[in-house]
């Protein structure tokens, strides 16, 4: 303390001493923090890491919700020191489980030695335990379901529990966040119950004792809701938008045509039937505990099987889950690789094992070496800013450099061909992922780059949802197996002109939904709309409205550049070749009629008299 109370004469060298000792421990402790890795005389540590409506629509009114989103006053020495001891723990889990569960460790688990602009919230990150060369394997972690949380594996341990062919809103993220919260409940004070009965949580699956040591660590070094709930102003340390205050979401919702409220309702309607039907059984109340107490976090409790606990476990999974040989998967201890835009690799699947025959989800170093200590990072992947803010709460860099809006249209219901559309939609355009009647579309604007020319699916499918009048004759089902292909290509003008005009429309509703939050925000961000510099990259400040302001920055690029084009196109609709210039085109009747002793092609199949000739009737 930097204020002490006065001592006794007779007891100053005592004072001093314990001064000295104290100032010496904390000096040890800051050490500690700091250190990113054990020094070369250590024995080595071994651990792991993590990696992926219509523009009007409303946000029902959230149910009433009893977390804190208050700041926590903790010192970063208290908050490293914590860190350190968490980090600790899931190492010697992990060391107890390799090579069995992870194979090629090169890694360990550590407070991250540094925060960049690019990701100012970093926590936990992998570090190089050895010097890995270029293009080398840093971790491999196979497909066991002792450890791996995904869908699949969702249906095994809450089969009993949810109905047969449950499918929430939330989908394959939902299921994995129900596996999130039944680890959290085994993990805590009361846990590690049987499927019937007992203390928390489901105790599936049957796993060894190493592997249960695991998950109980791994989940413990998860970061709490009061970490990812509070923004970085008030000392939050990984803040999501799914925790975000309601106006710091509502600001997010009028910034990009990425609607967050989608998200949250469809997370609300989950957890309101999952809280009715099962957490809140007069049967079940002790095996689905509302709060928990983690093992050794004292008084401290958690939201676990509840609105808010259901809520934290999809921002679990939506920042650390990562999509691999086809299938969504939370992998421990990968799912705390941090990111990193320059010289990294996506996580991707892979083989490991004596034979090279265990598939696995592998960490590589691309083209860069690294030291021993250095913290190994990997690419999230080619996401757009609004994308990487939603799933992962910031955004890097090069995301701003392509700038991505998001465009929803449907075939509308009162269509009188509604029938017959949806029956091409799901029949007869691709056969491995038939097509919904409502569909999003990405627009895409590269600095540099002079049009942004929409996605040719985009007018495709414009094109057969406006179909209609004298159009209609193409969903005969002569052109039943033809006609997805025929809306590749204009149709009619009137048709042309409908699927332009419904793109102009949606970017002009877009664009005023962003002035409309600038305008309720304050601020003014349409210096640079139009603009292709990346100089006045905002994601260096991790406040929420400031990572808006880049959100809106880029998507306003994109619409204002489809905008244009649209434009121009709906100006040069007469010069286009349509339908019917195209089939005359293929029947060669294309060509100005003349008599027919010009045109020697052209006749009527005969050139005797009727009569004449040597014919046998």
């Known amino acids: 303390p930097e204020t002490t109370t006065r001592r006794p004469p007779s007891a100053t060298m005592r004072a ?96 991250s030695p540094s925060s960049s602009a690019d990701s100012p919230a970093r926590r936990l990150g992998l570090i190089a335990i050895e010097d890995i060369k270029p293009n080398k394997v840093a971790l491999s972690v196979p497909y066991d379901d002792q450890i791996v949380l995904s869908a699949s594996l969702a249906g095994d341990v809450w089969g009993d529990v949810l109905p047969e062919g449950y499918d929430g809103w939330t989908g394959e993220r939902g299921l994995i966040a129900l596996l999130v919260l039944n680890e959290l409940a085994k993990a805590s004070d009361d846990g590690g119950g049987d499927a ?78 999952l809280n009715e039907r099962v957490w809140s059984a007069a049967d079940r109340t002790a095996k689905f505990p509302s709060e928990i107490t983690l093992d050794g976090d004292g008084e401290t409790t958690r939201a676990c099987f509840s609105p808010e606990g259901f809520r934290w476990a999809n921002a679990i999974v939506s920042s650390r889950a990562v999509y691999v040989d086809g299938a969504l998967r939370l992998i421990p201890v990968l799912d705390m690789i941090n990111h990193d835009d320059l010289n990294t690799e996506e996580v991707r699947g892979g083989y490991a094992g004596a034979f090279g025959t265990t598939p ?20 999230y992947g080619p996401l757009s800013a609004a994308e990487y803010l939603s799933d992962y709460g910031f955004i890097p860099s090069r995301a701003e450099s392509i700038a991505v809006s998001e465009l929803t249209f449907e075939v509308s219901s009162d269509d009188r061909f509604y029938d017959d559309k949806l029956d091409v939609l799901e029949f007869e355009t691709y056969d491995s992922s038939p097509m919904d009647p409502t569909q999003k579309f990405d627009i895409v ?55 332009v005009d419904a793109v102009m429309e949606a970017c002009r509703v877009a664009l005023g939904e962003m002035d409309e939050t600038e305008e309720s925000a304050g601020d003014d961000d349409t210096s640079s709309s139009s603009g292709d510099s990346d100089d ?32 121009r196109e709906r100006m040069a609709l007469d010069l286009k070749e349509y339908y019917q210039e195209r089939r005359l085109k293929d029947l060669g009747l294309d060509s100005e009629w003349n008599d027919d002793d010009e045109n020697s092609d052209v006749g009527w199949g005969q050139t005797r008299a009727p009569g004449s000739g040597d014919l046998d009737w």
């Open 16 to 111: 001093s001493l314990l001064s000295a000792a104290l100032a010496l421990l904390s000096i040890m402790e800051a050490s500690e923090c700091v250190r990113a890795f054990a020094p070369p005389t250590a024995p080595p540590l071994v651990a792991f890491g993590r990696p992926s409506s219509s523009a009007s629509f409303q946000r029902r009114a959230p149910p009433s919700s009893t977390a804190s989103t208050s700041a926590t006053s903790v010192s970063a020495l208290h908050a490293s020191r914590d860190l350190n001891a968490l980090a600790s723990e899931l190492n010697a889990a992990i060391d107890a489980c390799t090579p069995t569960y992870f194979k090629n460790m090169r890694v360990k688990v550590a407070p």
């Open 196 to 273: 019937a009965g007992g203390a928390s949580g489901i105790d599936l699956p049957a796993r060894k004792p190493e592997a249960k040591n695991l998950m109980a660590a791994w989940v413990k070094s998860l970061p709490s809701p009061e970490e990812m709930s509070e923004d970085g102003e008030n000392g939050g340390i990984c803040p999501h938008p799914l925790l975000w205050s309601e106006d710091d979401q509502e600001l997010l919702q009028g910034s990009s045509t990425k609607k967050i409220y989608r998200t949250l309702d469809d997370i609300d309607e989950d957890s309101a039937w």
């Open 445 to 499: 604007h590269r600095a540099g780059q002079p049009d942004t020319v929409p996605d040719p699916a985009l007018m495709q499918f414009l094109r057969l949802s406006k179909l209609d009048g004298k159009d209609a004759f193409l969903l005969e089902s002569i052109f039943r197996k033809e006609v997805w292909g025929f809306m590749s290509v204009p149709v009619s003008e009137s048709n042309e002109g409908m699927a």
């Open 360 to 379: 696995c989800a592998e960490l590589r170093t691309s083209s860069r070496k690294y030291i021993a200590g250095e913290e190994v990072c990997a690419s």
């Open 536 to 567: 006045d990259s905002a994601s260096a400040s991790a406040s929420p409205a400031a990572l808006c302001a880049v959100v809106r920055r880029a998507e306003r690029k994109a619409l204002t550049r489809t905008l244009e084009y649209m434009e």
